[in-house]
């Protein structure tokens, strides 16, 4: 059975796209921590992100580096933190978080539930 973002990938469920090249692709967290958090994801489905041949991973983080841009320039913050859990979903992906202070990228806080207009207002904006 494919995971969720693999359906995101093929295209079977909706998601709020920020950034897609060939072998990546990059959208809103649907349970965000802050308003602009982003996961980047490989195409290829690979669980554990230190299974990504090098090549590949290089490629990955200099996607992901160039998302971070993005967001930073459309969302107020300090700096865009990184982070890789990878227990959520059996599928590599990096989190993308506008932050301001260390705990802006603390997971073990209240995820952010935000209205389908916020968040299409988000993807709107990110990529504007």
Known sequence: MSTIFQRIINKEIPAYIIE???????FL???PLKEGHTLVIPKKEVDYIFDIENQDLEKLILFAKKVAIKIKSK?????????VIGLEVPHAHIHLIPMNSISDMNFSKEKLNL???RMLELHEFINS
Do not use: Q, R, W, Y
């Open 20 to 26: 897609e090249d060939e072998f990546h692709l990059a």
């Open 75 to 83: 969302i107020p913050c300090t700096k865009v933190g990184m982070t």
């Open 115 to 117: 209205s389908k207009e």
């Open 29 to 31: 967290d649907i349970n």
